[in-house]
């Protein structure tokens, strides 16, 4: 019988503690039924969004009403996979909770630390004069805009053969937009970072919309219908810049 050395390494395998970069997953009510859909009205446009993250599910927010809540984990895994999300974990959950997780093969994990909001800077009221020596004009009022919908923040790359729209909203990406990649939105279009895909902004004909880049190296630009590709090269002015 072979008896292995103390202090002697494995050939085979090493085991060491690690850190992975994981999305938490704060669930607000135990209805999957609600869940998908608004899963749906977020992330419908795009599919692609996530690209199988681990996942941690959080059922703090639960506690407080719903905590004796029972949760079908293997709908809610499936329902999370079907968005190209791996949950691996739960945390935060009742004894019972916790114990329906483990059935569905979840590991039990400390909650996350999520980053706080800065709470918002205050700045002192300006002092109004004591005696004005005159009143200002009053301006003529104007009639109030229509608000737009919120812009649609992409803050990955966006990675070949994959297409991102921002249907009635401005898009804005913070990381590349690789070759082969198409970005397309209603309105703007604005790259924090290379844009060396496809962009198309003012889709349904806006020609007051515009595409904004930090480093501009597209395959393709269209502006509502009016296109130009690489083998038309930009301005210098413009190219790279």
């Known amino acids: 019988m072979s008896v292995a050395l103390a202090g002697q390494a494995p050939v085979t395998f090493e085991i060491k503690s ?14 999957l039924g609600q869940l998908e859909t608004e899963l749906e009205a977020r992330f419908g446009d795009i599919p692609d969004f996530f690209d199988h993250d681990p996942l941690v599910i959080d059922l703090s927010p639960l506690q407080a009403e719903h905590a004796e809540a029972a949760i079908d984990f293997g709908a809610l895994n499936t329902l999370l996979r079907a968005r190209r999300l791996s949950p691996m974990a739960v945390c935060g959950g009742s004894a019972g909770q916790m114990a329906a997780a483990a059935e569905a093969g979840l590991a039990a994990t400390p909650e996350p630390v999520l980053p706080r909001r800065r709470a918002p800077e205050t700045t002192a009221p300006e002092r109004e004069p004591a005696e004005p020596a005159q009143a200002a004009p009053q301006p003529t009022p104007v009639a109030a805009h229509q608000e737009l919908p919120s812009a ?7 990675r070949s053969g994959q297409q991102i729209y921002a249907r009635g909203r401005d898009l804005v990406v913070l990381a590349m937009v690789n070759p082969g990649a198409e970005v397309i939105a209603d309105g703007h279009i604005h790259v924090y970072a290379p844009l060396r895909g496809r962009a198309i902004a003012g889709a349904r004909g806006d020609t007051s919309a515009r595409i904004f880049a930090l480093d501009m190296q597209p395959e393709l630009i269209s502006i509502a219908g ?16």
């Open 226 to 241: 009016v296109y130009r590709t690489s083998e038309t090269p930009l301005a210098p002015e413009v190219w790279r810049r």
């Open 18 to 31: 690690a850190s992975l970069p994981v999305v938490a997953l704060l669930l607000k009510s135990p209805d």
């Open 152 to 158: 649609l923040v992409i803050d990955r790359p966006v």
